[in-house]
């Protein structure tokens, strides 16, 4: 069984930096891609960043210049630094993964979200 954690969440001024990490572990043979989502209340998750296993990444519009994605291939961690935090930028980030956990094709982990307040 796959498990996917992320933490790093907490309350931030605006203006100010965070980082993320989301870890997977159990049954892991192959990582793919990793990548980051936030939702607003009552609205579909969209794609904050994207990083592939051989270190490609995307970002969404809204980040694209204040976040960045990077990853630890050996040790199947994912981190997100967060610049220049906004008041609305949408609170809780979850972390998803495509993960072979032995079935010889990909298949979608998530975690359970952590929360990103950024409030003076």
């Known amino acids: 069984q796959v498990h996917v954690v992320e933490s790093g969440g907490g309350l931030v001024q605006p203006g100010g930096s965070m980082i993320l990490s989301c870890a997977a572990s159990?049954?892991?043979?192959?990582?793919?891609?990793v990548a980051w989502y936030r939702q607003v209340h009552g609205t579909r998750r969209a794609v904050v960043a994207r990083?592939?296993?051989?270190?490609?990444?995307f970002y969404g519009d809204s980040v694209e210049g204040r976040f960045t994605v990077a990853r630890d291939n050996a040790g199947n961690k994912t981190f997100l630094q967060m610049n220049s935090l906004k008041r609305e930028d949408p609170p809780v980030y979850y972390c998803?993964?495509?993960?072979?956990?032995?079935?010889?094709?990909?298949?979608?982990?998530w975690g359970q979200g952590t929360q990103v307040t950024v409030s003076s």
């Open positions: 998803g993964e495509e993960i072979d956990d032995g079935v010889g094709d990909w298949r979608s982990f």
């Open positions: 990083i592939t296993s051989g270190g490609q990444t």
């Open positions: 159990g049954k892991i043979v192959r990582e793919n891609a």
